[in-house]
């Protein structure tokens, strides 16, 4: 009876631990999209074409990592990084 209590504690445990995981991933693709969302506001209200540049790697970078993140696959700079330095 016991055996079976630890297993199902140790099942509960596991459970949980998928759960954060989902949640975890739901809230870095959430932050990633907001910043991107910020890229977008400043590439529409500034002027200059060096903040516009910026807000496009901004938009470009964070919508990348929002993607890879609700996949759960590696970020395009990570995989161009494992490919000229790899480990």
């Known amino acids: 009876m016991q055996e079976a209590f630890v297993r199902n504690s140790e099942m509960l445990v596991w459970v949980g631990m998928v759960k954060t995981r989902t949640e975890e991933k739901i809230l870095k693709s959430a932050w990633h999209a907001l910043i991107a ?3 977008l506001y ?5 002027k200059s074409k060096a903040s516009k540049v ?4 901004l938009i470009a970078f964070h919508a990348d990592a ?3 993140d609700a996949l759960d696959k590696p970020t395009t700079l990570q995989r161009l990084l494992r490919r000229l330095r790899p480990c």
């Open 37 to 39: 969302l910020v890229g």
């Open 54 to 57: 910026l807000a496009c790697g």
């Open 66 to 68: 929002a993607v890879c």
């Open 42 to 46: 400043e590439l529409r209200n500034q």
